[in-house]
């Protein structure tokens, strides 16, 4: 079996996946729009895949999200996509997102009927919030021609399904990193790493550190004089505005900067609960590395990998990132817990990532492929 796979670029922590999937096809190729986008401090690693950087015009626009926070991002429009996959002659194209490149995919299937199609879309409900009309529409008639649509999770199941998709042609995949080597982190934390937070990422609007800054203040300012801190490991356009912010709360926050994606574990070791306060994550791999390294998450449920992987209560504490009632209440909550209900719950967070491995992504990828096989030109 000839399978195309088309995205953006690689992010580090799908390349385990990818391997895996390679592994297990007959011929699989990649083809990417970028080597690696400007604001994503990852050198590109591909490893002995077949990737093909296509020839693209990217676009910098401003995004702007319905509850008001903007973000830049790169729109690619990779215009080779058609000839490459004519090349290739695959017999199923995995195509990323619902834009430009799956729409010549789309194109290519009803050009050689023969092949079968599957859309990867990691969207969400909420990150959708707001979407045109005619981008809806537009989506929808996309659609038509998948055999098969893979999501995050149940939000983006929900979504698909209401664009029209049966839910036979459904199929989950969770993001899979490999998280072996923060599986074998120590469990235990001293006095002072238990009650360090840690936020891992990117320094954007998006991420809505700044309104968890505020919430962080006011819960100790409500609280006895206890040693909590917070770590930020990551950078961005807005961090001498959180540094600045940070300072004016009193607050003992240490911005570490960009940390080497193989450094990261050893952070995690160093901590005791993970900030993920995002205001709108497609997924947020940050979440399986922390319960691999038994950080349990106060986290967003904007965040599908909140939604889906973090039990409130149990292996962490939720709340909606725009109310900010919400987003105090579970911070008390996590900051009211002492030592031992913190190193209680650390097994439970392990336990509930450990079976997202790669061979499950890749397990995950060739489900949809083969069944996508399966299914004849009249059911679409």
Known sequence: MKVSLLTNFIPPYWLPTFLKLRSELDDFRILISTAM??????????????????????????????AGFKEKIWRHLPYDTLPLLIRQRPDVIVSAQMGFRTMQAATYRRIFPR????????????????????????RRVLLRSADAVIVNGTSGARYIAGLGVPPAKIFVLPCCADV???LKLPLDRNGSEARRLLYVGRLVELKGLAQFINAFSQSLAERPPEKWELWVAGDGPLRQDLQKLAACRGLNVSFLGNVPYEKVPEIYARCGVLVLPTLSDEWGVVVNE???????????????????????????WTFRADRPTEMMAACNRALSRCKTQLGSMRQLCREQVRRLTPEFGAACFLTAIREARLRHGSDN
């Open 290 to 316: 922390a319960l691999a390294s038994g950080l349990p998450v106060l986290g967003s449920v904007y965040s599908q990998a909140v939604e889906e992987l973090v039990q409130d209560g149990k292996t962490g």
């Open 37 to 66: 986008e400007p604001d994503r401090d990852w050198a590109p690693q591909w490893r002995d895949l077949s990737v093909t950087v296509q020839r693209t015009w990217t676009i910098p626009c401003n995004w702007k999200h319905e």
């Open 180 to 182: 072996g080597s923060h």
């Open 115 to 138: 092949t079968r199609l599957v859309v990867w879309t990691p969207l969400s409900e909420h990150t959708e919030k707001g979407l045109s009309s005619a981008r809806t529409l537009q």
